[in-house]
């Protein structure tokens, strides 16, 4: 069995803002294509185009409609979920070859594929689901936070972040050391009050989460006209200026 280390010296992670994921999946695609291309075995994908397909992804995102309490609106909250890289994994502590490990020098969670039986007892013990073992390659696979990519120098200085991170098209994933309290993750963790997943676990994840926003929009009354697009119809300016203003001025004369 692989055992944890009492300390890391950094603690690298994910902050989700689930105000603005906008759940286009561009973190997935960018994620297989990057994590099938470099680091470790490929991600393998069986049947891709029949009635029973099947494949290997570290990053997944998932759908649901959520009906606060009171008169407001419905959400529909789009939820990523990968790996969150916890300081007490107990993925870790069960593997019985140590081809877990959590890594010193920046708590990162990884699976050495050499030493992986595919013997699932780390998908098991992750409450998250967050372990998928590839069906072509019988090993265990898992989000690496990018670790050849983050590390490359010779990628220009704004790619050293993982995929996820640079590919999001609405800033919903921010990177960083969240072991350093004046980091910008940090920073955004406090000012939005990030939380943990399933806290009830005692896994300690690294990778957190921002709530949704509160809305302030609510549903019409019974048999009120509500116009979802009256907001965008308003006119921008209430006085035309420049040439269509001195248009208006003329065309009142006539």
Not at 67 to 96: M, R
Not at 209 to 235: I, M, S
Request: aromatic residues 6%; proline residues 8%; hydrophobic residues 30%.
């Amino acid at each position: 069995m692989t055992t944890l280390p009492k300390h890391t010296e950094k603690k690298l992670g994910l902050v989700i803002d689930l105000d603005t994921c906008v759940g286009c999946h561009a973190c997935v695609i960018s994620c297989k294509g990057w994590n099938t291309e470099n680091y470790g075995a490929p991600l393998s994908d069986q049947n891709a185009y029949g009635a029973d397909n099947s494949g290997t992804f570290l990053n997944r995102v998932h759908s649901y409609e959520i009906q606060p309490e009171g008169d407001a609106a419905a959400q529909l909250i789009h939820f990523p979920k990968s790996c969150l890289h916890c300081d007490d994994a107990p993925c870790v502590t069960v593997c019985p070859t140590g081809a877990s490990y959590k890594r010193v020098e920046d708590g990162i969670v990884l699976v050495n594929e050499t030493d992986c039986i595919g013997c699932g007892l780390c998908a098991w013990a992750c409450p998250y689901g967050a372990r998928e073992l590839d069906q072509a390659e019988g090993v265990m696979k898992k989000c690496t936070l990018c670790v050849d990519r983050i590390y490359n120098e010779n990628l220009p200085e704004e790619d050293r972040q993982p995929a996820c991170v640079r590919t999001c098209p609405s800033n919903a994933r921010h990177f960083g050391d969240l072991g350093d309290p004046d980091s910008d993750v940090s920073k955004l963790v406090a000012e939005r009050g990030g939380i943990d997943l399933m806290p009830e676990q005692g896994t300690k994840p690294i990778n957190q989460y921002l709530p949704p926003r509160p809305k302030d929009t609510l549903l019409p009354d019974a048999g009120e006209e509500f116009d979802v697009l009256a907001p965008f119809l308003e006119p921008v300016a209430s006085e035309p200026k420049g040439f269509l203003g001195w248009l208006d001025k003329t065309l009142e004369k006539l």
